[in-house]
């Protein structure tokens, strides 16, 4: 089988056939699929971001514009982009727009700086950046600047300015001395192009590793298959429909915001997308009256924060059914509190970007989404959990987890010798977490291989 991308790991032939002829995978590229969506709920608010609000058809005319601009200045299909965006809509928009052109946007944190974002256009030979002009009192133009000086791939900068402020490049672009082009992003227009012809098996955009605290980040190629796949099954597990409001509070590159189902999963269903500066109470609970937020996604320090706050936000959070916690399980504390409290039902997620996703159901005995991570999403996800001969140990032990499955990756994009420790030779991924099976099935996550003290 042809390689997704050179320095990607294909799935081997046979579990290729095995996910096609299970109907988990349709040969929809994303950016396609909007196209329907746009069709079918074309009138519908897609997004909202503080007075913005875009239907789907609006939404869909933007990304084909925007598109439209990236072809135009020569964004050649496969080349890598980095995107370092905020809780806007424009993230959305730039996104699918680099995906109708044919490039492949690489999902960079906000907080992310020059060390990181270096690494992250030197491994994938990105030759472009879009970012903000400043944010939080940060210059992430001069920032991209450096980075294109010290070459060779760098050699389009994109910036989004603040509201109320202007592009100091006008409606045109700059070129530094070292060639690289500077350019306002609401520049990036043009009448629609014709589509190209792409195929749903190659990689739609890279994802960074979770688990990248001390080193730098590992990529994750994720292709149109397998994230549809996964955002449009998990949007199926918590039933969404076009009535539901999703509030992406947490950063919306991270997994668990943009299709766990999140993002995706929302616009697939014709739902309404809403974007929160930042997941703070005093963000975040205000949001959730005004916009009547059906369900959301947090971390356990951020559940905790607006369970705390509640008694004094005075906000109306009646419209709330289900809050996802992810990143971490929760305390048993936080965990009993969000019922009683925020009047909605606790879904417990376990993801990382490199595939498996594993979630408490909504019909879950009370013990069972208190106290353990859930199952599989898919019926295909092949786990293990093993000891440390990579031996499988009976339920209930603890052991490292083990996956392979229909939207979990086969190998980090241009990491061999990464790849080498995070794979078995039959393709299973190296979870790097410490979990045990319960009786009835459930996973419950303990900690991090990492953190467990060897012997001396």
Known sequence: MTPMLD??????????????????????????????????????TALVHGDTRLTYANLNRRVDRMAAGFRLLNFRPGQRV??????????????FALMRAGAVPVMCPITHRAAEVSHLVQVTQARGYIGPST?????????????????????R????????????????????PSGCHYFPLGSVDAPPAPALAQSAGQVAFFLLSGDTAEEAPRLVPRTHNDYAYQAQAAAELVSLTEDDVYLAALPVESNL?????GILGTLSVGGTVVLADNPEPDTCLPVIGRERVTLTSVQPDVARRWLDALPTARADVSSLRLLQIGGAPPHRATAERIGPELGCRLQQVSGRAEGLLTLTRPADPDETVLGTQGRPLSPDDEIRIVDIDGKDVPDGEPGELLARGPYTLRGYYRAPDHNARSFTTDGYFRTGDLAHRTPDGDLVVTGRLKDVPTKP
Do not use: K
């Open 7 to 44: 320095g990607c790991t294909p799935w081997p032939e046979e579990f290729v056939d095995r996910y096609w002829a299970a109907g988990h995978w349709h040969g929809n590229t994303l950016d396609n699929l909007l196209r329907g969506w746009a069709l079918q709920y074309g009138a519908r």
């Open 82 to 95: 980095v995107v370092q965006l905020p809780n806007v809509p424009e993230f959305v928009v730039t996104v």
């Open 135 to 155: 944010y939080r009192g940060f210059d992430h133009t001069a920032m991209a600047a450096d980075i294109a000086a010290g070459g060779p791939f760098l050699r």
């Open 157 to 176: 900068v994109f910036t989004l300015e603040a509201p109320g402020t202007s592009s100091p490049y006008g409606g045109g672009y700059t070129t530094d």
């Open 257 to 261: 915001t943009f299709g766990c189902p």
